[in-house]
């Protein structure tokens, strides 16, 4: 059984946590919400430092908690690393002998090759005899991911890991988070409150409010749902995957292409056949019933209305299919009305170029 089975009830009286998830055993699986809605009670339920009356916990068909059972596995037992809001490093200790300190949590010897790629990966090579008092805000945290890392855990748990630290301190960080897809092959289960986190980082999302699950699902499906608030926030944006197809240095500009045809960025620092993610915002979407035949945008791409949703503040919700990628357009309820669009309809999506992050 290769999968994360959470359930957990929980009543501390002005809050309730009650939850059943069946999560992917790989991949970035963010659980994102405002402050309150559960996020940190539920992965210290994970991790077994909070005890749900009413629990089930399965890593893998590792059984960690069964309440009915009274089964119910401390903290220590579990193979799990976490990584709180702060590093928390000790102070007395260079960075090699903070992850040394690490090691001793475990039974079978050391893999050196694997500690070795952990440390090449969060870049951490030159800081192995530093103080932590030498670190920058990001490095602590690098070094409090590989500690927790170098145990082999089968499940690494992150809280809002970046919420202590500056916008550039963030950047700085956000690329050695993006590299743990392709190169750990362990379920990470990241808290955060930051739609910027959920877009770069996020395979599987899990939204929740008020100690309930409002969805979950694949990242793309999850974000393009109309039934869900994240659809009407000003924030509003659908991620694709890409692939580096082609550089245009006359005019600065990088072709990708995705399942669905291909797009015209401003140009990205990445070699071709490099795989990235864009996020491209509602609001820089726009529709036409025919293609244009003089504008200024160059990413005209056809499409098909699969779902329309009208809010309180005169804005049209879009939610199309390029290809295989889900899209949403944010749109005035006039232009919807003036165009006469409705589900099933074939149109044509303008995308600023501008507006695509990667």
């Not at 988070?177 to 395979?203: F, K």
């Not at 071709?272 to 509602?282: D, E, K, N, P, T």
């Amino acid at each position: 059984m290769t999968e994360i089975i959470a359930q957990f009830k929980l009543d501390y009286g002005t809050f309730k946590l009650d939850v059943d998830l069946r999560l992917p055993s790989s991949g970035i699986t963010v659980l994102f919400g405002h402050s309150g809605s559960g996020k940190t009670t539920l992965l210290r339920c994970i991790a077994g430092l909070q005890h749900a009356p009413q629990g089930f916990l399965s890593i893998n068909g590792n059984l960690w908690q069964d309440s009915d059972n009274k089964l119910f596995l401390p903290t220590h037992k579990r193979s799990l690393g976490y990584v709180f809001q702060e590093a928390n490093l000790f102070a007395h200790l260079t960075v090699l002998d903070n992850l040394a300190y690490g090691l001793k949590r475990i039974i079978q010897k050391p893999n050196t090759e694997k500690f070795n790629q952990i440390i090449e990966l969060l870049g951490i090579e030159h800081l192995m005899e530093r103080m932590p008092e030498r670190l920058s805000g990001g490095e602590r945290q690098r070094v409090a991911i590989a500690r927790a890392l170098v145990l082999n855990p089968d499940v690494l748990l992150m809280d809002e890991p970046l919420a202590s630290l500056d916008s550039q301190r963030k950047q700085e960080i956000l690329p050695f988070l993006t590299r743990l897809h392709g190169e750990l092959n362990i379920p990470v289960l990241y808290v955060t409150h930051s739609q910027q986190e959920v877009a770069q980082l996020a395979d599987y999302l899990v939204l929740l409010a008020n100690g309930n699950v409002q969805a979950a699902g694949l990242l793309s499906d999850t974000l393009s749902r109309l039934d869900l608030p994240q659809a009407q926030d000003r924030q509003a944006a659908s991620v694709w995957h890409v692939t580096v197809i082609e550089h245009e240095a006359a005019y600065r500009l990088t072709r990708v292409a995705f399942a669905g045809g291909e797009l015209s960025l401003p140009a990205i620092d990445a070699a071709l056949g490099i795989s990235l993610r864009i996020q491209i915002y509602a609001r820089d979407v726009s529709i036409t019933l025919e293609v244009a035949k003089a504008t200024s945008i160059l990413n005209v791409l056809p499409a098909t209305i699969t779902n329309i949703v009208d809010d309180e503040d005169g804005q049209s919700v879009v939610r199309l299919q390029v290809g295989n990628s889900p899209l949403l357009a944010h749109i005035t309820r006039k232009s919807a009305q003036l165009l006469a669009l409705k589900t099933g309809m074939k149109v044509y999506v303008q995308i600023k170029g501008t507006s695509i992050l990667n």
